[in-house]
Structures are given as C-alpha cells and as structure tokens.
C-alpha cells in the first residue's frame, strides 16, 4: 500500500489549458512538498505546504488536512511545464513518503 | 551561491568495487538529505542530516551504504561492495529549517554497476 497516491499518472495538455494533479495520502503529516523534475533530470522544489494554499507564479498548490488531499494547479499551461511533478510528505515522525510522480506533458 | 554540487555527475562502476558520491551543500544550510531513485521505486530518502549529525538513516537499503558529515560543507555516501542493483540517481538536497523554505536539490550522481 502506497502512502501516497497521485493522479493522474500521465496528462497531456494544450498549451494553455488550466491543469490539476492530485495527491492523497494516508498519514498524518506535518509537512507536503511538491516537487518538479525536469526532463533532463533535474529536481526543483516548488512549494511546501502544512495548510492553506499557496501562489507561485502560474503555479498554486492546496491541501485539506481533514480530507488527506493537497492539489497543484497549473494556469495558462505552457510547453516548459512539462515534467514529471512528485507529491511528498513528511509524518509526525519526521518520515518522508513519495508518490510515483505525474508526467505532464504540455503540447504547443 | 552555486547550489548544491555533486560529484561525479556519471559514474561506471564494477561489481564489487567501493562507490563514493560526494556532495556539497549550500552555505548556511542546516538540512542535507541523500536520496535515490530508480524507475522501479521512484524516489527514496536514503537519510538525513541536520547540523552535520544522522537523523535518520531509516532508508538506507543495508549495511553496504554509509553515509558522512563531517562538516556543514561536505557529505558522502559510500557504497561497499557496490552490487548492479545499486545502480540508480542519487540526488543529494539541502535546505534550511527542515524544508520550510523548501529544498535545493543537486544535479545528481547516475551510477552504473556492471
């Protein structure tokens, strides 16, 4: 069983297009990173969350402690968003848990 | 600052042989973590730092990986004997406050075990 869940496991998008990736997970948490990976392999820290919502640009990423469920949200969607986008959070005991990723990508 | 540097970016190894990944933090960072991934598992954290002191080595997969601090400018993860299942990314991140301003990640070590 996977702590954490994220959906969907592959999105393909104009560019332009308002996009969604969930992520669930099972554990009480203190803290929830999303993170990017870029084609080439690189990782970029993109928020981290422990209630609310938060804004970065084009980027916006929620969470619902009661209901286990955070959200990133991409606007005007554009071909450099494309990558894969990694949900994971970290426990009441300071233990990390990742989910598998959602590859996005943005067609021109 | 030139973020978080890792050494070697590529690394070919024999069966058997002894692996050191070296890492770099950013300055005034107080967090290091080490991770891996692999196609199989998606990314794991392998451990943590905080004020150069192990946290929690929970991750490592057994005792052929070791991992070492000692100093707030360098770490290594050392694999001996290096088995071709090790073969994966490894990232090194660090961050300030446990990540609250979110993590810097490394370019990565891609060893190969042959």
């Known amino acids: 069983k996977n702590e954490v869940e994220q959906s969907p496991q592959n999105l393909t998008a104009q560019e332009g297009e308002f996009i969604t990736i969930n992520c669930s997970y099972s554990?009480?948490?203190?803290?929830l990173h999303w993170l990017q990976q870029h084609p080439g392999g690189g990782i970029v820290s993109l928020f981290m969350?422990?209630?609310g919502k938060k804004k970065h640009g084009r980027l916006i990423a929620t969470i619902n402690i009661q209901e286990k469920h955070s959200s990133l949200h991409i606007t005007a969607s554009h071909p450099r968003d494309s990558a894969v986008y990694i949900c994971?959070?970290?426990?009441?005991?300071?233990?990390?848990?990742f989910g598998t990723g959602t590859s996005l990508t943005v067609i021109p | 600052d030139a973020g978080v540097i890792q050494s070697p970016r590529h690394e070919v190894t024999e069966m058997g042989q002894e692996v050191t990944l070296r890492c770099k933090p950013i300055?005034?960072?107080?967090?290091l973590f080490w991770y891996r991934q692999t196609m199989m598992r998606g990314l794991e954290l392998l451990i943590y730092?905080?004020?150069?002191?192990?946290?929690?080595d929970s991750g490592m997969p057994e005792d052929r990986f070791s991992a070492k601090m000692p100093n707030a400018s360098f770490s290594t993860l050392k694999i001996q004997p290096s088995e071709p299942r090790d073969s994966a990314v490894y990232f090194c991140a660090s961050s300030f406050t446990q990540g609250n301003y979110g993590y810097t990640f490394g370019s990565g070590t891609r060893l190969t075990v042959v």
């Open positions: 300055s005034g960072h107080d967090y």
């Open positions: 969350l422990s209630s």
């Open positions: 554990v009480g948490i203190s803290a």
């Open positions: 994971a959070v970290v426990n009441t005991g300071n233990q990390f848990y």
């Open positions: 730092f905080n004020n150069n002191v192990p946290i929690d």
